[in-house]
């Protein structure tokens, strides 16, 4: 999650940012912020405050989009005759799997 300054339609607007990207997919998820003024408490107060709600939304978002991932993953093993540990997936989605040789 990154805080930026240009927006994707070009304005000049600050806001918050995360990127997925997979072999087969990239998805972008964007949530807009108040401009980050430095002058009084109060417009600091409400930046941080927007950023907070912000960061939570974005969390929840990509949450949903990453179960979503994981269960049409497992539907796909299933049909393909394989046999999926949830536990282990959930601990281990969207990491490299490391074979282990001993």
């Not at 974005?58 to 046999?83: S, W």
Request: proline share 5%; hydrophobic share 30%; no cysteine.
């Amino acid at each position: 999650m990154t805080p930026a300054t240009d927006s994707p339609n070009g304005n000049s607007s600050t806001f918050l940012k995360a990127d997925y990207a997979s072999p087969t997919e990239t998805k972008t998820f964007i949530h807009p912020l108040p401009s980050a003024a430095t002058t009084s408490t109060k417009e600091k107060t409400t930046y941080l405050s927007a950023l907070r709600k912000s960061v939570i939304q974005l969390q929840e978002e990509v949450n949903g989009f990453l179960t979503t991932k994981m269960e049409e993953d497992k539907a796909l093993a299933t049909r393909a005759g394989m046999k999926v540990d949830d536990q282990a997936e959930e601990e281990n989605y969207g990491e490299e799997k490391v074979e282990d040789d001993s």
